[in-house]
C-alpha cells in the first residue's frame, strides 16, 4: 500500500477489481484523483460543520449547500479531469470552512474533534492531506466499505439534486442529510451499526433526490411521451451535447434555433427527445452514437463541436481532431479544454460553440433508422389497460428492469445476450446508458407495447419504482417482490450506486449487479447485503435466464 500513487475503487472498471494505485483505468492522473481526495476532505470539513450548526438551530447559506453538491459531483467517475479547476475549488472549500468555523465560534458552539475539522487548509499542507484524506484512511475495511458506500451514493445524489436544483427545485431536507452523513462518516469512531444504517438512509433520501429531480423535470418540461428518434444525420453542420443536464440543452436549442446548425444528443442526453417542451425544436434532429465509451469515434466522425454537461468524458488521444471542439459546463471539466459558465441567472452563451459548429462538416452518418423512448411512469400509466390486459392474459409473463449503465468492458456483451435471448413474452424496462447494449437490436413488441421500454436517464429508475407501486397496487400483491419484475442491473458509475440503494431502501429483493460486484463492498458488507436483500451478481447467460425467466 505504501506505494501506491492513488487509491480510487469507485466505479466497476478499477484496476484488477480491486483498486487504481498507479493511475486510473478511466484516465484520471494521480495527481488528479489525490486533488478530487482533498476536496472530499474539505467537503467532509464543511459537512460536518454545518451539520453542528443546524444541530444548535443555525440555518446555513444556500451556497454551503450548493457548494457539498458541486463537489461530490465534480469527484464522480469520468466528470473532472482538471487539476486546476478542482484545486480552484478546494481554495473556495477552505474559505467557505473558515466562515462557518468563525460562525460556529462566535456562537459557542462546540465542534467534533475531527481531523477534517481541525485541517486549517494551508496551501503548504495540500500534498499531505491529499495523501492522507483518501479513502485508505479507514483501515479496517468494512468500515471503510460503508462510509465509501455512502460517499458514493451521496455523490450519484448530489448529481440528481444539483440538476433539479438548475431547475428551481431544491429540498433543505436533501442537503441536511448530505452534511448528516458526512459528519456520520468523518467520524473516526463511527461503528457498524451507525455506518450501515446511514447506508439505508442514503437510499431513503436518493429516492427523493430522484423524485425531486423527476419533478423539475417533468413540470419544466412536460411528461416525457412515445417518441421515436431519428439516429441517422441531415446535411447541415451539429452540435452534439451529451450528459444529463436538461437545462442546458434546453438553453442550447433556444440560442441555435434560427442558425442553420442543428442539435443531436449523444449518450444520457438520448431521452431530451422524449419531452414535449425540448423535442417541440425542429432542430433537435436525432441522436448521434452510442454510451460514453464510444465516444473517441464517434466524436472524430461528428465533425462538429461537443458539448459536455455531465460525465462520462474519456481523455481524447493525443491525436484526436476533435480535441480543439469539446466544451465543458457544470461539474466537467478537462485540460485545455474550454469550460462554460453560468452568470447570475443561470444563463449560458453557447455562442462560441454555434460560431465553431458554423465552419464545420455536417455529421458522417455511422447508422440508420429510429429507436424508440419516453416510457417514463406517465406514459405507462397512459399505457395501463394494455399493460395490465397483456399481464392478465398472460402475454407479458415478466418484466426484467435491465436500468443503469454501459461500459467499454467485454464482460458487458452478457446484457446484449441476455437482452436478445429473453423470451419473447418478456419485456425489459431500461433507463440509464446500459440501454446502448440492447437499444438498436429490434425486439419486437407484445400487442403494440414494445419490448423495449425506456423511461429515460438513470436517474429515471424512480420511473420503475413508481411504476412497481402502482402494479402492485392495481394486482392487489401485498409484496412488491411478488410481482413478475425481475432486476438485472448494470452498474458503472455512482449514479448506480444511489439507484441501487434507492431500489433497496424501497424493499426491491433479490437485484443482480453487473457484470462484476463492487470493489468497495467488503465481503462481510456482502454478507449484510446477501442476508437482507438477496442481493447477487450475474452468471452465465443461460443459467441467469433459466433463475429469472425460467
Ligand atoms: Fe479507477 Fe474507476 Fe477510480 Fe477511474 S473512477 S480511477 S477507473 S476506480
Ligand atoms: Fe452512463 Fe456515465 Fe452511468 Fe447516467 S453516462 S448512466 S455511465
Redesign the pocket.
Known sequence: MAENK?F????????KGT??TI??????KADT?RWQDLLLAVTRGIGTIADSLRNSGIETSQEVGDYIVDSLFVTI??ANFDDQAILAKVDKGVQLKRELLELAASKNITLPDYPEVKWGGEKADYEAEGNREGVLRTENEDLRSLKELTILGLKGMAAYYEHASRLNERKDEIIAFIEKALATISNPNANMETLLATVMETGKYGVDAMALLDKANTTTYGNPELTKVNIGVGNRPGILISGHDLKDIEQLLEQTEGTGIDVYTHGEMLPAHYYPQLKKYKHLVGNYGNAWWKQKEEFETFNGPIVFTTNCIVPPSPKASYKDRVFTTNATGFPGWKHITADANGHKDFSEVIEIAKTCKAPTAIEQGEIIGGFAHAQVFALADKVVDAVKSGAIRKFVVMSGCDGRMKSRDYYCDFASRLPKDTVILTSGCAKFKYNKLNLGDINGIPRVLDAGQCNDSYSWAVVAMKLKEIFGANDINDLPIEFNIAWY?QKAVIVLLALLYLGIKNIHIGPTLP?FVSPNVLNVLVENFGLGGITTVDEDLKSMVG
Open positions: 492513488m480510487c475503487f469507485q466505479c466497476q472498471e478499477t484496476a483498486g487504481c493511475q486510473g483505468v478511466c484516465g484520471k484523483s467517475t469520468n458509475e470493489a
